[in-house]
Nanobody
Framework: QVQLVESGGGEVQTGGSLKLSCEIS????????PAWYRQPPGKQRELVAQ???????RYADSVKGRFTIDRDYTNKQLYLKMNDLQPEDTAVYYC?????????WGQGTQVTVSS
């Protein structure tokens, strides 16, 4: 069983920054395509950023240039640095891991951006 625990959410004003963390119970190099998703109020969950199987990063068009995904092998952490936050970034943010063909999700962390 893989466990993921997100932290770092909160409420910020437009233009502010937050850094989300996801602690993973397995070494990060065992995780396939680690990713961050988000679910805005009343909408479906959507991909925000991920590492590809080749180790490259991919971002949703809406966050390119503002968000950065990163990982720390030593501390088994996945990060999402978010700058210039906008009200439309308000959502519950989830960490996702794929291990041996199974998908695991964290419990989510709320990010609220006020105008």
């Amino acid at each position: 069983q893989v466990q993921l625990v997100e932290s770092g959410g909160g409420e910020v004003q437009t233009g502010g920054s937050l850094k989300l963390s996801c602690e993973i119970s397995l070494p990060v190099f065992n995780i396939n395509v680690p990713a961050w998703y988000r679910q805005p109020p009343g909408k479906q969950r959507e991909l925000v950023a991920q590492f590809t199987s080749g180790g490259e990063t991919r971002y949703a068009d809406s966050v390119k240039g503002r968000f950065t995904i990163d990982r720390d092998y030593t501390n088994k952490q996945l990060y999402l640095k978010m700058n210039d936050l906008q009200p439309e970034d308000t959502a519950v943010y989830y960490c996702r891991a794929m291990v041996a063909g199974k998908t695991y999700w964290g419990q989510g962390t709320q990010v609220t951006v006020s105008s």
